[in-house]
């Protein structure tokens, strides 16, 4: 589009889409009733004619900026300053029906709320919450007595997040946990501390967060005697060292409470207040294009249905007010910790997503993870009963094959009939209808995105739903293991076997239906499997592999088991669940742990005490020159029996070092430098890891991402890829292909 004139139509607000309109050369803006431009019009470079005359406010704001460059400077103005953010969230965690609602009411009680807050305080502080309250307010804060972060009166904006507390809801609230929090642990003084579940929302918050402050809150102070409350003083005493050395990310301070007296409220909220004004982030000078942005993403939400962006077309936004490269990652960071958006940029499934609406996608789970209704409470959700779940306008009919295949993402839920819907006529009849109501509703609906929509109607023929199909939500499912197991699994192997068993300091509700979820993605498509589960395990018979997965709360521990008769099959399906698995510990929870590996032989044999290699012996066996070790129950065994994925035994080309040459330096980087080699008479490029010290402290991480480069690696063939030769464990090094015009940047600038 090169001209466009929308004069005399009483405009009064410019969309900020008009900056994707790179090639407009004309404009005409005048006699509508604008008051300002949205600083997208800023990239509108090619744009030589325009008129605005005939809009008052507007014509006042540009009086100083007659002609079109001094406009141009106005508006590139916006995105090139800075400004001085003081915001931050306010996020209360703990049990269920422990007063954590009336705790926020009281300590908020002196702050200003937006005026639908205060309607809906108005409701009864006896229900629970259900899923996560949010809620925005604010105080002033003047830095007369005290010197701080603040330097002058401010107006401290708070978005409260009220966590609800019944375990059903655990699952969910990993997503929305973030740093640029102050946290807020509430506890029944009247319950024991051992059973107050505190420790487990430290462990939460300090899985997802490295650093934050966190007020220990301690409720019913009024109910204790002088005594009894003598006893708990003693006990977190005794207990605050212990605290100390597990969370030493988290800087904790204890109170205590009654919001029926109000005894301790105030000291509490001037702490929290002093605690927020002097974080070091408030204050913090942010890029007002991170600003403009923010209004970009607000705009869209309320402009969208579902309020959903992918990946990209959240980049061309940025774009718009020119963020990109670092910049871009940092401002989807902040919004994401601000809770203006959901995004988790580094997550290799959930980054093409970008959430416009954090409480649509709180209210969306808390519609099938709920207390509220008794579809789906056994875990399995009948398709049938959706429309009774999410009810029109919300949630229109035609998108609940999306909004589930969404919820596969978080890995929640899993389409069990998917790739596996017989294709009769009543269900390819069904599908069309849908098809042709859902491009209905992108022709004529002005509230739902009529893009997304075109996209979902092409994606839900790929979706394959089934609505008399049914999906898995692992975290309802029935804690007891089912007796079928014993009817297709045995202790003892009578085949090729790999097990490894992951002992963790904390187990965060959610990881065992998140890998469950996975799992069973892995095996797609699910035709013809033998399928168990149960919420703390799954058992997966396909063919000749057979897959079991067993999780103990009391000990932490996670233990897997691949076995078949066919030894390739068992070491490939071995290798791809252990990678899915280290995946979802590192990249997403950063859990600490210990594992361990059981000797086949000694299962084989059925000793009665088989041997256990340690974590530190299978990290030794990664660079160990020996491909067999003795084992005491008295007979050999294969290392690549052992650990096939520390020994790549799926790599065909494994090196010494001694028969590497390397020549000059081509790149470095944070994890490798790589230099121009050769190899039998061939060039190559040596990609060599720079921290390679079995006895430094990043041993484990740097060999985990090593180990992972390789096996990724080694599943792509293209003529368009570069290829991996080799791999050399002594010191890490990964052969690649050598390209010699250089890198892409350079060919690309």
């Not at 809906?120 to 006896?126: A, C, G, I, L, R």
């Not at 010197?147 to 009220?162: G, M, R, T």
């Not at 997304?452 to 293991?481: H, M, T, V, W």
């Amino acid at each position: 589009l090169i001209f466009l004139d929308l004069s005399d139509n009483n405009i009064c607000i410019l969309s900020r889409g008009i900056g994707n309109l790179i090639n407009l050369k004309t404009l005409f803006l005048h006699n509508n009733e604008l008051e300002d431009l949205p600083s997208s019009m800023g990239t509108l470079d090619s744009l030589d004619e325009f008129t605005f005359a005939g809009n008052p406010k507007l014509e006042q704001k540009l009086s100083s900026r007659s002609d079109l460059e001094k406009i141009f400077v106005y508006l590139n103005s916006q995105l090139t300053g800075e400004e001085s953010s003081y915001r931050v969230k306010l996020m209360i965690v703990g049990r269920e029906n422990i007063g954590k609602t009336s705790l926020v009411r009281c300590l908020t009680r002196k702050w200003d709320f937006q005026k639908e807050h205060l309607e809906e305080s108005n409701m009864s502080d006896y229900l629970s919450t259900d899923g996560i309250d949010i809620t925005d307010c604010s105080f002033v804060y003047n830095p007369k007595k005290k010197p701080s972060k603040v330097l002058k009166k401010e107006n401290i904006q708070v978005s409260i997040w009220d966590f609800a507390g019944q375990e059903i809801y655990h699952t969910t609230h990993q997503f929305f946990l973030s740093n640029r929090s102050v946290y807020i642990v509430a506890w029944n003084l009247l319950v024991d501390f051992q059973d107050s579940m505190v420790e487990f929302w430290l462990y939460s918050i300090q899985s997802r967060v490295k650093f934050a402050k966190v007020f220990l809150i301690g409720t019913h102070d009024d109910q204790l005697s002088k005594k009894e409350k003598s006893q708990v003083l003693t006990e977190y005493n005794n207990m605050y060292n212990t605290l100390k050395e597990n969370f030493p990310g988290l800087r904790i301070t204890f109170h205590t409470v009654s919001c029926v007296t109000n005894k301790g409220i105030k000291a509490v909220r001037k702490e929290i207040e002093e605690r927020i004004v002097n974080e070091s982030f408030m204050g913090e000078a942010i890029p007002q294009s991170f600003g403009e942005l923010e209004k970009f993403v607000i705009s869209h939400r309320s402009e969208r249905y579902p309020p959903i962006m992918r990946k990209k077309e959240f980049e061309q936004l940025a774009n718009l007010c020119s963020i990109e490269g670092d910049s871009l990652i940092r401002a989807s960071q902040l919004l994401h910790n601000l809770g203006v958006i959901i995004h988790f940029y580094s997550d290799p499934i959930l980054s093409e997503l970008v959430i416009l609406d954090p409480r649509w996608l709180s209210n969306m789970m808390t519609t099938l993870i709920t207390t509220k209704h008794n579809f789906g409470k056994t875990g399995l959700l009948q398709h049938n009963s959706l429309r009774q779940i999410w009810k029109p306008p919300d949630y229109p009919e035609v998108l609940h094959p999306h909004l589930l295949s969404l919820l596969t993402k978080f890995e929640i839920a899993y389409d069990m009939s998917s790739g596996i819907v017989a294709q009769n006529e009543k269900n390819i009849q069904q599908r069309q209808d849908s098809i042709k109501d859902i491009r209905f509703l992108a022709k004529k609906s002005v509230i739902i995105d009529k893009v997304k929509l075109a996209e979902i109607a092409n994606e839900y023929e790929l979706l394959n739903f089934d609505i008399n199909g049914f999906s898995l939500i692992p975290c309802l499912l029935p804690k007891e293991q089912p007796d079928e197991i014993s009817e297709v699994w045995t202790t003892y192997p009578e085949a090729h076997q790999f097990n490894r068993s992951y002992i963790f300091n904390f187990m965060p509700n959610g990881f065992v239906s998140r890998f469950t979820v996975r799992v069973l993605s892995l095996f797609r498509p699910l035709n013809g499997l033998k399928i168990i589960y149960w919420r703390n395990g799954l058992y997966i018979g396909r063919n000749e592999v057979q897959f079991f997965t067993r999780y103990y709360p009391k000990e932490k521990r996670v233990d897997l088991f691949v076995r078949s008769e066919i030894y390739i099959e068992a070491q490939t399906t071995y290798l791809t669940v252990i990678e899915s698995l280290q995946l979802l510990i590192a990249e997403w929870m950063n859990l600490t742990h210990d594992h361990f590996i059981t000797c086949n032989q000694c299962l084989l044999e059925q000793c009665e005490d088989p041997r256990i290699f340690s974590k530190g012996e299978i990290e030794e066996f990664s660079t160990s020159n020996t491909d067999q070790i003795e084992c005491t129950g008295g007979h050999t065994v294969s290392l690549e029996n052992i650990v096939p994925d520390t020994r790549f035994v799926y790599l065909g080309n494994k090196v010494n070092f001694e028969d590497i040459t390397m020549f000059e330096c081509i790149g470095d980087g944070t994890f490798a430098t790589v230099y121009r080699g050769s190899i039998d008479d061939t060039e190559i490029a040596v990609k060599k890891v720079k921290a390679t010290d079995p006895e430094s402290h990043d041993y484990p991480k740097v060999f985990a991402e090593f180990r992972r480069e390789i096996f990724n690696m080694s599943e792509l063939d293209h003529p368009n890829l570069v290829k991996l030769v080799g791999v050399c464990t002594s010191p890490f090094i990964v052969l690649l292909e050598y390209i010699p015009e250089g890198d892409l940047h350079q060919l690309l600038h």
